[in-house]
């Protein structure tokens, strides 16, 4: 599986930025996704866990706490893609963000981790 992010760039801080991400796979696996989310790495810091959104019906939702009230993570399952929309940022929000899948195998017996490269988001003051 190949995830391929964009939507990265300068933004003032206030202003907002809508990440994407989409899902390949020439074995078509993509259509064991389970959960499709992002992570982030800030200077210095640790890679930190966004938010994630399951690719079920269910749809369940998970947030980091910094970010909840000013990120929505969504989904489009036809397209295999997971956006996250970014609105009041801050400095801090700062940081490289990746794109991450978790993927059954095609007889659904165990899930696999993917990670897409990552895009710089730069939040200026």
């Known amino acids: 599986v190949q995830l391929q992010a964009s939507g990265g760039g300068l933004v003032q801080a206030g202003g907002s930025l809508r990440l994407s991400c989409t899902a390949s796979?020439?074995?078509?696996?993509?259509?064991?996704?389970?959960?499709m989310g992002w992570y982030r790495q800030r200077p210095g810091k640790q890679r930190e866990m966004v938010a994630n959104i399951r690719f079920s019906s269910d749809g369940t939702i998970n947030y980091a706490d910094d970010v909840k009230g000013r990120f929505t993570i969504s989904r489009d399952n036809a397209k295999n893609t997971v956006y996250l929309q970014m609105n009041s940022l801050k400095p801090e929000d700062t940081a490289v963000y990746f794109c991450t899948a978790t993927v059954w195998n095609a007889d659904f017996q165990y899930e696999s981790d993917y990670w897409g490269q990552g895009t710089l988001v730069t939040v200026s003051s």
């Open positions: 796979d020439p074995t078509r696996n993509t259509r064991n996704i389970d959960v």
